[in-house]
T-cell receptor, first 113, second 114 residues
Framework: AQSVAQPEDQVNVAEGNPLTVKCTYSVSGNPYLFWYVQYPNRGLQFLLKYITGDNLVKGSYGFEAEFNKSQTSFHLKKPSALVSDSALYFC???????????FGAGTRLFVKA | ETGVTQTPRHLVMGMTNKKSLKCEQHLGHNAMYWYKQSAKKPLELMFV???????ENNSVPSRFSPECPNSSHLFLHLHTLQPEDSALYLC?????????????FGPGTRLLVL
C-alpha cells in the first residue's frame, strides 16, 4: 500500500535562512512524487514533481526537492526563506500508471521576519 | 487562479438537509476528483472520475453521492450528514495520461454540519 509521511507538523525558520520540509514515502512500484502548497482559504497549488531522471527537481518560487530512492525520501528545500513562504505544504505520491494520489498530513511552515 | 471553481465556498447544513457542492474546471481536463480535508489529517481521496466514468470510490459513506454529467462539471450530493463530515471539500482536475500529471485544485467548500 502507498503511504506518505511528513514527520514534522510545523517547521519554523528565520527569513533568509535555508529551509527543509521532510517527506518519506512507501510505494510498491516506481513513484511519481509531488509537492503542493496551500495558502489560507485557498486550494492546493502545485510546486514541483519528480517523474524520472535527475534526482534534483526545481520548481516554483525557488523551491527544489531531492529524490533519494535508497532513503525513500523527497525533501523540499529552499536556500533562502521568505515570510511569504509561510503556508501548509503537502507531499504526495502516486504509483506509475495509478489513479490514486496519496497525500501526507501536511507540514506548516512558519517563516519569521 | 487555477481554472477550477467551486460553489458554494461556505455551507452550513443540518443533519437532515440535502445540499450539493458544485465544481467546474475550465482547463479542458479529462479527470476530476473530490477530496476531503480535515484538520491535521492527510487529504482523503473520495472519488475519481476519468472520462466521466467513476474509476475510484474510496470507501466513502453512501450519504455522499457524486455526479459527473460531463468532463467539465462535478457535483457532490450530500444528505443526512453527520457532524464529523464537517471539513473542507476540495475538487481537483487533471489531464489523465500515465499518472505523472499534475492536479489542479479549486479553493474548496468549507462545510459545517450542525
Amino acid at each position: 500500500a502507498q503511504s506518505v509521511a511528513q514527520p514534522e507538523d510545523q517547521v519554523n525558520v528565520a527569513e533568509g535562512n535555508p529551509l527543509t520540509v521532510k517527506c518519506t514515502y512507501s510505494v510498491s512500484g516506481n513513484p511519481y512524487l509531488f509537492w503542493y502548497v496551500q495558502y489560507p482559504n485557498r486550494g492546493l497549488q502545485f510546486l514541483l514533481k519528480y517523474i524520472t531522471g535527475d534526482n534534483l527537481v526545481k520548481g516554483s518560487y525557488g523551491f527544489e526537492a531531492e529524490f533519494n530512492k535508497s532513503q525513500t525520501s523527497f525533501h523540499l528545500k529552499k536556500p533562502s526563506a521568505l515570510v511569504s513562504d509561510s503556508a501548509l505544504y503537502f507531499c504526495a505520491v502516486r504509483e506509475v500508471g495509478g489513479f490514486k494520489t496519496i497525500f501526507g498530513a501536511g507540514t506548516r511552515l512558519f517563516v519569521k521576519a | 487562479e487555477t481554472g477550477v471553481t467551486q460553489t458554494p465556498r461556505h455551507l452550513v447544513m443540518g443533519m437532515t438537509n440535502k445540499k450539493s457542492l458544485k465544481c467546474e474546471q475550465h482547463l479542458g481536463h479529462n479527470a476530476m476528483y473530490w477530496y476531503k480535508q480535515s484538520a491535521k489529517k492527510p487529504l482523503e481521496l473520495m472519488f475519481v472520475y476519468s472520462l466521466e466514468e467513476r474509476v475510484e470510490n474510496n470507501s466513502v459513506p453512501s450519504r455522499f453521492s457524486p455526479e459527473c454529467p460531463n468532463s467539465s462539471h462535478l457535483f457532490l450530493h450530500l444528505h443526512t450528514l453527520q457532524p464529523e463530515d464537517s471539513a473542507l471539500y476540495l475538487c481537483a482536475s487533471s489531464q489523465r495520461t500515465s499518472g505523472e500529471e499534475t492536479q489542479y485544485f479549486g479553493p474548496g467548500t468549507r462545510l459545517l454540519v450542525l
